[in-house]
DNA sequence: ACAATAGGGGATAAATTTATCCCTATATGA
DNA sequence: TCATATAGGGATAAATTTATCCCCTATTGT
């Protein structure tokens, strides 16, 4: 697997709660397992725009970060659930909240976010 | 500047506000603006492990999403401030929350991250 | 026999983000 | 005259993260 070229900043609960949480699916992840969605595959569902190896990836990052635990069912077809620890479980408030702002600002954000490549977009059509 | 070379999702809460807040020093910025520290150059002093030219980028962006504001006084040498916007002060009690969390739970947070870490760095020593 | 499902990972490419280095401008103090 | 402070950005390199592709195991259904 890579390996760090640098150390990473842990001065404060910013930092630490970064090096945990970053990656990109790794809080939807959480949260799905939240709600009851255990198994690998039904993850993969739930996020289709992953690819099956970076969602891995991140399971194993949370893990190993002790957020998550894996349970292997010795069944063929082989059968993994992920649960929470309780760990892990004390982040899900926090991961409400920032689902809650994101969704009580959800138009202003599109906005925003949509600036760059809207402005990009319609240099064409203004043109021909 | 770099320009996307995909999409962004914007299919739910979480995704809009993973787009306004990951960076790696935009979350410590939006904090340090809000508890006084406006100026460039006292905000480059607050967060010295980051290169001067990235802080420069991540405000550009918080001003292009609307989460902070950049007044100019025309003087010299230069004075510029940068202010939360109300938008951006809502943010300030989710930001809150993570810090709280990754202040609570710190002493594991630590041991977590640096598990990868030790395992290498013991390697060595344990051979000679 | 062959495809599909379930779970997983190595090797490598592509995308994205950060870091480095250098250059601009003006005023002040040594 | 030269260094320092203030603010900012272009060009490019390095680091990091995601995506792609391919391969493996074993069972069930067609």
Same mark, same amino acid.
């Given at each position: 697997? *890579? ?12 930092? #630490? ?37 970076? %969602? ?5 990052? %949370?893990?190993?970060?002790? %957020?998550?635990?894996?349970?292997? *069912? ?7 659930? *992920? ?19 994101? $969704?009580?600002?959800? $138009?202003? #954000? ?10 990009? $977009?319609?240099?064409?059509? #203004?043109?021909?």
């Amino acid at each position: 697997m *890579y390996e760090r070229k640098t150390t990473p900043n842990l001065n404060c609960g910013l930092d #630490l709660i970064g090096e945990v949480l970053y990656g990109k699916w790794k809080i939807r992840l959480l949260w799905f397992i939240h709600v009851g969605h255990k198994r690998p595959s039904e993850l993969q569902r739930k996020i289709p725009d992953a690819s099956r190896r970076v %969602l891995n990836m991140q399971l194993n990052e %949370l893990e190993e970060h002790e %957020l998550v635990t894996r349970k292997i *069912y010795p069944v063929l077809p082989p059968k993994v659930e *992920y649960s929470l620890t309780e760990f892990g479980k004390t982040l899900i408030p926090v991961i409400a909240a920032l689902g809650q702002w994101g $969704d009580e600002h959800e $138009d202003r #954000l599109r906005n925003v976010i949509l600036k760059q490549a809207v402005r990009s $977009d319609l240099a064409v059509p #203004l043109l021909s």
